[in-house]
């Protein structure tokens, strides 16, 4: 690098860079914190939806799914699964309920979690909960 | 070596190539999965083995970054390290934390895992990278913060350059952004936008800083160039990957719940982001060109330009492909995205790790300044292998990924549902799979040369 640009005026542009963009930074996330209940669907955001992510972690769903195209790649997309199944709670319970314990022979399978009836209510809620966030018509189409 | 406590390194460099060998053997296992869907199920179902293969990755890097700065802190603070006795209790508390973690994934069912470890208490669980249990967490927390304090004290009391201050600021920063990981709102909006504050500005922030100290450490010692120079080169690469890569966040906030004007922040500012990357490549390959020595330790050299070309590669193109919000709205959670996910941990983190290991374990093995030519070439050999497959690794994925997202996202009403496409690209998987074998003959050869030429004279240094 030439002569006339000296060591201290890169330091300058490093500390002053950083600070200016990681205050940037804090300050377009606060707006969006703020800006949040436009879009998070946080009215709907029960006990129930709570006790779903709760499940959701607890059993590591994102271990093979996306939600919200974050996650894992091996499974489909599930930010959107509630409106894929036809906007059914019961179909998601009853495909989260009946994976065969000792898997498909030859093919992917979802473990069987053995969850309680209310656990499954839950995570469906939650499934539900997540679809109906409003994230700029993410996924293009229903596939996900 | 000129300082006798740069030797507490050598057990985190051991124990970082031992963990690298776990990861890679869980690698295999889920490239297999990919195709054979019912392999090893349900035994070890794919999340499990995901989980094994991420943790291992990032826990045998902070290894790597770990034994990095305890052999290089001492060498340019020109002082012995502050507490070798608290180096090496950390390490077995360390190692004893990865090694139950491992194990709790492997033999409990994940549930089970979150109730013994009380995750109620404090749920953190269950988040992608962030699976470890609760307790856990606080004991990466409770090693780091000793760990810094041990460095800080080496470098308060000694010489004070460049490099150990920017590798400082790197690795305080990976500690502080780690605490967002015990902020876990149940609004999962929220628990997205700062999940990131962890992950992205991990990697595409403070973890620029360790790499960028790590290569000028690395490049000084085998070129001989002078230190004015590298420290100059240092600070620019270091200011544009802060200035990019901060606001570069937004790319991961354009479908998560949060508003539209991330599009445009995140787009532009991370378009910007190769830029720091494509800066190291001119930097070490301009610094050995204008080397003032030859140095004997060419595998060292080789790793460094070596990660320098598919930090540039990984992060920088295949970055680059899928940052902008028009783009990404196709490619988001695709294929496409392991493939650059693969390349840019292996071309940045992974290779200047073993950059690292390459130009120090010589030392801490007793020998002067490098391996003998028999050891070194199979370490050459290691690098292409691994190298290589890599890079078609990921070429396959971007393959897979390219069908995938044509025929699920940009096919109209003639969409296909994820599985469907799964089978039909299924071709591409076992092709990965065979690059994912290559790649772990390629590690097996790379331990292999730390055992063969040990008898054999150190390398001479070429007149
Ligand atoms: C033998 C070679 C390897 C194979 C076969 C392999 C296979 C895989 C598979 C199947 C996944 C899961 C993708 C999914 O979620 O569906 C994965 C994830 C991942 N692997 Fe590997 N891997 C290999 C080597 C590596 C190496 C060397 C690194 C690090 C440099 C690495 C880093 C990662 C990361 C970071 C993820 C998470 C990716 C993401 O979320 O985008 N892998 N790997
Ligand atoms: C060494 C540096 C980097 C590493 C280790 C890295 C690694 C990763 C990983 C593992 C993911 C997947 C995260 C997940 O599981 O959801 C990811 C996502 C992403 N990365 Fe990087 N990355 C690096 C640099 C970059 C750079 C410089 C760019 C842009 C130029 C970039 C653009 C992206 C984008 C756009 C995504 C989101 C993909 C999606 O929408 O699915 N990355 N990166
Ligand atoms: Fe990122």
């Known amino acids: 690098m030439s002569q006339g640009f000296t060591k201290s005026m890169a330091r300058n542009i490093f500390y002053g860079g950083s600070m200016f963009f990681f205050l940037l930074l804090l300050v377009l996330t606060f707006d969006t914190v703020k800006s949040l209940p436009k879009t998070d669907n946080r009215e709907n955001l029960t006990e129930q939806v709570v006790k779903g992510k709760h499940v959701w972690e607890n059993n590591n769903c994102i271990g093979c799914h996306t939600l919200m195209g974050e996650g894992a790649y091996f499974a489909p997309e599930l930010g959107n699964v509630y409106k894929r199944m036809g906007n059914s709670k019961e179909a998601i319970i009853a495909f989260i309920k009946f994976r065969p314990k000792n898997g498909i022979p030859g093919r992917r399978s979802m473990p069987q979690f053995n969850l309680t009836d209310d656990e499954l ?15 700029q018509n993410w996924p293009p189409n229903i596939q996900g | 070596m000129k300082y006798t406590s740069q030797m ?12 690298f060998v776990g990861q890679i053997l869980f690698g295999v296992i889920m490239g297999m999965q990919y195709v054979v869907g019912d392999f090893l199920f349900p035994e070890i179902p794919f999340n499990v083995a995901r989980m094994v293969h991420t943790n291992l990755l990032i826990v045998w890097l902070l290894f790597g970054f770990m034994g990095a700065a305890y052999y290089m ?10 507490s070798p006795l608290l180096a090496k209790v ?12 491992i194990l709790g994934y492997l033999l409990v069912p994940y549930a089970t895992l979150a109730e013994i470890t009380m995750n109620d208490l404090l749920p953190t669980m269950g988040r992608e990278f962030l699976e470890q249990p609760t307790i856990i967490k606080i004991g990466i927390v409770i090693v780091a913060l000793a760990f810094l304090y041990n460095i800080s004290m080496t470098i308060l009391k000694g010489r004070k350059t ?6 400082l600021i790197g690795l305080v920063g990976l500690a502080v952004f780690f605490l967002f990981a015990f902020y876990n709102p149940s609004n999962i909006v929220l628990d997205k936008l700062f999940w990131w504050f962890v992950v992205h500005l991990w990697v595409e922030g403070v973890w620029e800083l360790i790499l960028g100290s790590l290569l000028a450490y690395v490049l000084i010692k085998t070129t001989g160039v002078d230190r004015e120079v590298i420290e100059k080169w240092l600070y620019v690469i270091i200011a544009m990957a802060l200035i990019t890569g901060l606001i570069g966040t937004g790319h991961h906030f354009f479908w998560i ?8 922040w995140g787009s532009i500012f991370s378009a910007l982001e190769p830029i720091p990357f494509f800066m190291m490549t ?5 610094m050995v060109n204008k080397r003032r020595r030859q140095h004997p330790n060419k595998a060292a050299v080789l790793w460094a330009l070596g990660c320098s070309v598919m930090a540039f590669l990984g992060a920088g193109v295949w970055g680059f492909m899928h940052t902008l919000s028009f783009v990404n709205y196709y490619t988001h959670g695709s294929q496409i995205t392991a493939a650059h996910g693969h390349m840019a941990f292996y071309g940045a983190y992974v290779m200047i790790v073993l950059a690292i290991i390459s130009y120090a374990m010589p030392m801490l093995n007793g020998r002067k300044a490098a391996n003998s030519m028999k050891s070194q070439v199979v370490e050459m050999w290691s690098f292409w292998l691994m190298t290589v497959s890599m890079v078609f690794i990921t070429l396959f994925l971007t393959a897979a990924g390219i069908l995938q997202v044509y025929l699920q996202r940009m096919n109209g009403d003639a969409s296909l549902p994820f599985m469907v ?10 092709m990965r799979e065979g690059a994912g074998i290559i790649f772990l003959i390629g590690l097996i050869v790379y331990v292999a040369s730390f055992f063969v030429g040990r008898d054999q004279p150190e390398a001479e240094m070429p007149k």
């Open chain 2, 421 to 430: 496409i799964q089978d039909k690209i299924e071709i591409f998987y076992w």
């Open chain 2, 90 to 101: 950390m390490f077995w508390i360390f190692l004893a934390a990865g090694v139950v973690t």
């Open chain 2, 162 to 167: 460049v490099i150990n201050l920017v590798l």
């Open chain 2, 73 to 82: 802190v001492p060498d340019e603070a020109e002082t012995e390290l502050h």
């Open chain 2, 282 to 286: 001119i930097f070490a390959f301009n």
């Open chain 2, 257 to 264: 719940g949060t508003p539209g004007y991330w599009q445009w």
């Open chain 2, 8 to 19: 507490v390194a050598k057990p985190y460099f051991i124990a970082a190539i031992a963990l």
């Open chain 1, 121 to 135: 209510d839950a995570v469906a809620e939650f499934l539900k909960y997540v679809s109906e966030i409003n994230n």
